[in-house]
């Protein structure tokens, strides 16, 4: 339990979001409340590294309904991280809307986004799944007026699209949830408890093994449709490619990743009631469909924000992998991964927006000679795509190393060995789209440039995120000790 001073930490996480959103709705857009949002993020980034540090010296910490274990102190180390950079490069994007005359939709968007950061919060840190799946479904309501930001026909389709599916996907979680509950009931759980994460874990030897075959079916088809796992993946690229690409940044980093967090913890419980192996083959599944349907729609992308989309479902595949193996080492390399895709699809997603905002389309074959015109922009992208890639000396690069290793470990080499040639198919066609964009002859029909948007300053927190990355690829330090307590929650011995 945490004493009086831990928990003003454990609900600090929910309750600034709402207080920033308040301040917003209440003063509307100011440059002021634009920096308040990045101020907001230090100060989750902040909360998150110090129970981090908590729980890896003393153990877990909890107050009411929320807790704080390893897994949790690991999801608000993105949050926070993820959520720095995209606020940052938010202010610039904020600034650019107010001056085109959009002063109400900076008002909604800074509303909305402090809103959905703080349902992410709730996510991570509730012990009772039942209130998980209300968070993640609060952020599905949230996110559609995110999605729906423009206001224009694409973007009321791409919201509709987004509502439909991701209501579908649940729907399947909710169900999930109920027959956990039934299962929980069954075995002499009583009433609010029956959902509670730490007390299903203690007894989930005793759940009823049909209901647990049932619950981690809907909980993969559930929950994998908010991560971006094919093939319930179809929401992805036109949310990202209608959504403000800050908001874009934050569902790629955030969203997917807090989502996937909810299939390990059902994965946990499903593995002591069943043994590893039914969940191990539904995740093999899900993975080799993710990165075949990532690598055949990248051959051929002609949009560049689409692709970003493409690739985060390669990566949720990737993910969905390591998790397969089950073991410890497995399930700290997909925490890894997933922190090191979130840092990297915020700066790429970040960089998009500038690039969007410079040339006016995201169309590949109209952004030529990037490097050229606009030298720090195609540097900072570049290395996102590096990054991207998972060449070294990025934190992808020892993720994916530590996942196929895992895997091979595991007994999993085929799956492997077939997962990694699809990753050798989606690196060829994001070299060939990347270096398209960065060195190719200018496109003579490529609208005007557009000389506001690329701003050093606006790059900054995106450099920023790419020099996180790379220092978690050449060395852990503390954080290995967060990840080895946090694969230890939810991984196999």
Known sequence: MAGPTLTPLLY?????????????????????????????????LTIGITLAVIVTRSGPVASGDLRADALAACMLLLIGAVTVITTWAGVHHLHEEHAAGHGAASRRYLVLVQLFLGAMAGAVLADNLGMVWVALEGTTIITAFLVGHR???AAAEAAWKYVVLCSVGIALAFLATVCLNVASLRAGAHGFDALDWTNLRAHATGLDHGVMRL?????????????????MHAWLPDAYSQTPAPVSALMSGVLLAVAFTQILRYKAIADLALGPGYMRVLL????????????????????YIRMLAYSSIEHMGLAALGAAAGSRMAIGAVLLHLLGHGLVKAVLLC?????LACTGTSRIAGVRALAATRPALAATFGF???????LPPFSL??????IARAGITSGLGWAVAIAFALVLVIFTALTRHGAAMLTGPPDQDAGPVRSAAA???ALAPLIGGLAVCAVLGLALGPLQTLLTAAASIVGAP
Do not use: H, M, N
């Open 455 to 457: 701003r050093p300053a």
């Open 215 to 231: 619950t981690g079916a809907l909980a993969l088809l559930g929950f994998g449709t908010k991560a971006g796992l094919a093939p």
């Open 284 to 303: 093999i599944v899900a993975a080799l469909i993710s990165l075949a349907v990532a690598a055949s729609l990248l051959i051929g992308q002609r949009d």
């Open 351 to 355: 960089g998009a927006g500038r690039i």
């Open 384 to 390: 996102g795509l590096v990054a991207l890639l998972g």
């Open 151 to 153: 206001r224009d026909q």
């Open 397 to 402: 690069f020892a993720s994916e190393l530590a």
């Open 12 to 44: 600090a996480p929910v309750a600034l979001p709402a207080v920033v959103a308040g301040l917003c709705a209440a003063i509307g857009y100011r440059r002021a409340t634009a920096w308040a949002a990045v101020v907001s993020a230090f100060a989750q």
